[in-house]
């Protein structure tokens, strides 16, 4: 079975300071792992993936991920942090049975000037 | 060139009406979803079609009915409002699982 835990669910970073959020998941198979972005009043808008290619997978906005198969994590983060970063992330696993997809509770991220 | 399209935005009705929200893909993926996001940013996956056949009903009452005509479209009527379901409803479609999902703006539902 797939499950994925979203280990905090606020994150507060100044400007110009990195950002990491972190996720763990479980899968029975290989993985397709993802991070989506939600801007307030907003729909969500992928930010990276990975499936199996490269373990560090970058993505839009100066965002990257690593996948570490050996501690089942797909952790986020970005060098240098923007106010326009200040969003709700939320990291998914995906199922190759029934094309179903395994969000995570959300990480609240903050960015002070 | 939206590629995945709900309607309407907002919609704000009273508890025991009947209303319907509609999503559109342009994307020639297979797979749609309806999921609910909650006050608490939670989401939920409600129901999924892939080829206008129904392949994923989670525990959704059956107030709550998806139509898929075509697998471009997919409606999701809600009978007898109750103020729970209050709710941003977004529609998303995929082509696969490695390709990821892509998500409709969302509908704001509000029940007074």
């Known amino acids: 079975a797939q499950s994925v835990t979203q280990l905090d669910s606020h994150v507060s970073v100044s400007e110009g300071t990195p950002v990491l959020l972190r996720c763990n998941y479980s899968?029975?198979?290989?993985?397709?792992l993802f991070w989506y972005v939600q801007h307030p009043n907003k729909g969500l808008q992928l930010l990276l993936k990975?499936?199996?290619?490269?373990?560090l997978v970058k993505g839009i906005n100066g965002f990257e991920a690593e996948f570490k198969k050996s501690e089942t994590s797909f952790h986020l983060t970005k060098p240098s942090a923007h106010m326009s970063d200040a969003a709700e992330y939320f990291c998914?696993?995906?199922?190759?049975?029934?094309?179903?997809?395994?969000f995570g509770s959300g990480t609240k991220l903050n960015v002070k000037p | 060139d939206t590629a995945v399209s709900q309607t309407p935005k907002y919609l704000v009705t009273q508890m025991g009406n009947d209303k319907s929200i509609k999503c559109e893909q342009n994307?020639?993926?297979?797979?749609m979803y309806w999921y609910k996001q909650d006050s608490k940013k939670f989401l939920k996956i409600m129901f999924s079609?892939?080829?206008?056949?129904?392949?994923i009903n989670e525990t959704v009452p059956n107030r709550f009915s998806p139509k898929s005509p075509d697998k471009a479209h997919l409606n999701l009527h809600i009978n007898s409002l109750e103020l729970g379901d209050s709710a941003v409803y977004f529609c998303?479609?995929?082509?696969?699982?490695?390709?990821?999902?892509?998500f409709g703006p969302g509908t704001r539902l509000t029940v007074t």
């Open positions: 990975y499936t199996s290619a490269a373990t």
């Open positions: 998303a479609s995929s082509q696969a699982p490695a390709v990821g999902l892509f």
């Open positions: 994307l020639g993926h297979d797979t």
């Open positions: 998914v696993v995906s199922s190759y049975n029934f094309n179903k997809f395994y």
């Open positions: 079609y892939n080829n206008k056949e129904l392949i």
């Open positions: 899968s029975s198979y290989s993985p397709s």
